[in-house]
């Protein structure tokens, strides 16, 4: 049973997969209603895993930074090491 | 090859027989136009620039270049050559070998030896999970192309 640090992980990169097909189709029917409502829908799905994510193992991308009085970016692991080789 | 020669072809293959010149401004508007059989307002014939040959048998025109070092000999039978920034003359494609409108879902008639792709629509999805899996969320995308005999043993 994978732990809920690479459950987030796994479901921000299957989102981002999503979005970035259905952005490809986008790209040539800009005005496909069904297709915005398939990217509302998983944008919606990729930020709320993110936010999840943030708030409890740090920073996805040093964007992330929020104001706090430490640079959490350097607290590892990074988000594309495996658990493993913490 | 541009919109404007395909659409060339495209008229071509209704003209039956004879040469056809297109005003430029044609092309914009014929590009996804289902052909009628009538030749669209704007092509006009050229008699003059037509051999007689070439009206019957739809033959490839016999253009040929001169080189440079032999002094011009009057060839009768080719066709002068067009100013620059006009279409030249076109071979009239037969229309044995092209699949008209009717037979295909693109609405016009189709030669051979030129690749079409028609444009998706949005219809089933994968979940995304499965999505993933096959590199693709939608399923008429999904063409696993596996070579077979050989080039995979093994692995």
């Keep these: 049973m994978a732990d809920e640090r690479t459950v987030l992980l796994n479901r921000i990169q299957v989102c981002d997969f999503a979005l970035n097909d259905a952005a490809l189709y986008l790209d040539i029917n800009p005005d496909d209603q069904t297709a915005l409502e398939y990217f509302k829908k998983y944008s919606a799905m990729r930020n709320e895993a993110a936010n999840m994510f943030v708030a409890k193992y740090g920073p996805l991308t040093r964007a992330d930074y929020s104001g706090e009085g430490s640079w959490k970016w350097v607290d590892g692991p990074w988000p594309w090491q495996k658990q493993e080789e913490k | ?155």
């Design chain 2, 1 to 155: 090859m541009d919109y404007k020669k395909q659409d060339l072809y495209q008229m071509a293959g209704q003209a039956q027989g004879g040469w056809k010149q297109v005003s430029p401004s044609m092309s914009g508007e014929r590009r996804m136009a289902a052909p009628t059989m009538e030749p669209p307002a704007g092509i006009v014939a050229e008699p003059a620039a037509i051999p007689p040959s070439a009206m019957e048998n739809n033959a490839t025109p016999n253009i040929s270049i001169q080189p440079l070092d032999i002094p011009s000999v009057e060839i009768p039978s080719v066709p002068s050559v067009p100013p620059i920034g006009t279409f030249p003359p076109m071979e009239i494609l037969p229309p044995t070998g092209s699949m008209p409108p009717e037979e295909n879902p693109c609405g016009f008639c189709l030669t051979p030896a030129m690749s079409y792709t028609p444009m998706q629509k949005w219809g089933e999805t994968y979940e995304s999970e499965q999505g993933f899996h096959r590199g693709t969320i939608f399923p008429e995308l999904d063409l696993p192309f596996v070579p077979e005999g050989g080039m995979n043993h093994g692995r």
